[in-house]
């Protein structure tokens, strides 16, 4: 993949199984992202695309495997405030953007971006606004800042997220389809945002149905199904020769129209 | 209808409305106060806690709140406590609308869309954090109507402390019975005065819950 001999990837999975009672979502993922790489999942719903993602920053909890970010072990067998302690400094470092936005509704878009800043990076308040400011340019509507998250339409508001999760200064963005909430003629300024965040070599994986986005972005292409990764592959090839007859008929149902 | 009568009672009355108003007051603080505790119970991780806040939700609603009070005011002196009729009054209410009002706050709590605390936490808010910032601000919006319910009940549960001898107003109205004789008129300002004292929580409610509307 894309890593620099001799450094460590940004995110190894390695025999990650997880199941919500007699459902078994994951069923052995490995997976290794490198730095600056990024990854598209896709695949039916309910294959366990978006259990692995929130794996990653550990909003699920695996039964068993092993994630590391960064070389650091995700999921640690700790409990009580040591638990705490160590997911709250690995959350830290990922950034995580929901399909349904998650904005706090009840504060500003400045403040739903400084906020975090503030209570889990210890900036203050101007310190923690200027970032806001900066980052709200970069998804270009710094003109937004004292509207409520409300008042914006679906695009504004995932950019809002995506600036939001940036504040954090992550080293790695999830993205869990980032677009299949929004009006079709929002998708793309979404999409906008994620293409020069990738162009800025942000590490990222991204949950998707938008097949033009993963073909187009994406370095590798990571296609699973029923709990497994199928076939991972440039899209240049999975796109063309795909092997499996999974994703080939999964191509062709997603393609054919 | 007697008016010079009902003209002479007022006072005792107005009196006995002011105890009402006293006793359901410090009643809802205490309410609250514990209620605020239940609820952090019944939603902690810990399985000890929430055992607790259930066992104390189940048993409180599980008995009339007459033998909650009964048990207070002439059980506690059995077992070395002899709380005043007035105190008596106040922890018994308080105490058994906290079970209620626990279940409100908990209920609004958990109708905060679960991707609030997911996003929280993504940012990597501690727990605590991300109930404090993200949760309770939108959580206290949903409450004020659901607290204001158990509020109104509280003022008219506040009657049956007559039964512990607080001269509050129902046992007003049960005393003046024995000198009137009237228990159309006597009954008939209690109810006017519960009315009033009712009517002015449930407006003072209304204006908080606009208050706090979004938007």
Redesign the interface.
Same mark, same amino acid.
């Given at each position: 993949m894309s890593d620099a001999p001799g450094r460590t990837p940004m995110i190894e999975v390695r025999g990650a199984r997880k199941a919500f009672g007699a459902a078994e979502v994951l069923r052995g993922i490995d997976l290794t992202v490198g730095r600056g790489e990024i990854v598209a999942i896709i695949g039916p719903s309910g294959s366990g695309k978006s259990t692995l993602l929130r794996a990653i920053?550990h909003?699920e909890t695996l039964d068993a495997g092993e994630i590391r970010l960064d070389g650091r072990r995700v999921n640690l067998p700790l409990r009580g405030r040591a638990f705490?302690r160590h997911?709250? #400094?690995l959350? %830290?470092q990922?950034g995580?953007v929901?399909q349904?936005f998650?904005?706090?509704?009840?504060l500003s878009v400045l403040d739903n971006l400084a906020? #975090?800043p503030m %209570?889990?990076?210890g900036l203050d308040r101007q310190e923690a606004r200027a970032l806001a400011t900066t980052y709200l340019e970069r998804v270009h509507i710094p003109e937004q800042a004292q509207k409520?998250p409300?008042q914006l339409s679906g695009g504004q508001q995932q950019r809002v997220?995506i600036a939001?999760?940036l504040c954090?200064r992550p080293k790695i963005m999830l993205f869990d389809e980032p677009t299949s909430a929004l009006d079709p003629e929002m998708i793309k300024e979404v999409l906008d945002v994620m293409v020069e965040l990738a162009e800025d070599g942000m590490t990222m994986i991204v949950v998707t149905h938008e097949m033009g986005f993963a073909r187009e972005v994406a370095d590798t292409i990571a296609f699973m199904d029923h709990g497994r990764i199928v076939e991972a592959l440039p899209p240049a090839q999975f796109f063309t020769a795909a092997r499996t007859e999974r994703a080939q008929l999964f191509l062709s149902r997603i393609l054919g129209h | 209808m007697d008016i010079g009568l009902i003209a002479r009672l007022l006072p005792h009355f107005l009196q006995a409305a002011g105890l009402t108003i006293l006793i359901s007051t410090l009643a809802l603080a205490l309410g609250l106060a514990v209620a605020a505790g239940i609820a952090a119970a019944r939603l902690s991780p810990s399985r000890v806690l929430r055992g607790f806040g259930a066992a104390y939700v189940s048993l409180i609603r599980g008995t009339p709140c007459l033998i909650q009070l009964f048990l207070i005011y002439f059980g506690g002196p059995q077992v070395g406590i002899t709380p005043g009729p007035f105190a008596a009054g106040v922890i018994g209410l308080g105490l058994n609308i906290a079970a209620y009002m626990a279940e409100a706050i908990r209920g609004a709590i958990l109708a905060v869309d679960r991707g609030q605390s997911e996003a929280a936490r993504s940012l990597g808010f501690s727990r605590g954090q991300a109930m404090r910032r993200v949760i309770l601000p939108q959580a206290a919006r949903l409450m004020i109507r659901p607290l204001g319910v158990n509020a109104i009940a509280l003022v008219k549960g506040s009657s049956l402390v007559a039964t512990i001898s607080v001269v509050e107003l129902t046992y007003t109205a049960q005393r003046l019975i024995g000198s009137t004789y009237r228990p159309f008129e006597v009954f008939g300002i209690a109810a006017l005065l519960y009315l009033v004292i009712i009517h002015t929580l449930r407006r003072g409610i209304d204006r908080l819950d606009r208050a706090y509307a979004p938007g």
């Open positions: 920053n909003l705490e997911v709250n #400094a959350r %830290r990922i995580m929901f349904q998650n904005l706090f509704p009840h906020l #975090a %209570r889990a990076r409520y409300a997220a939001r999760a954090m | -």
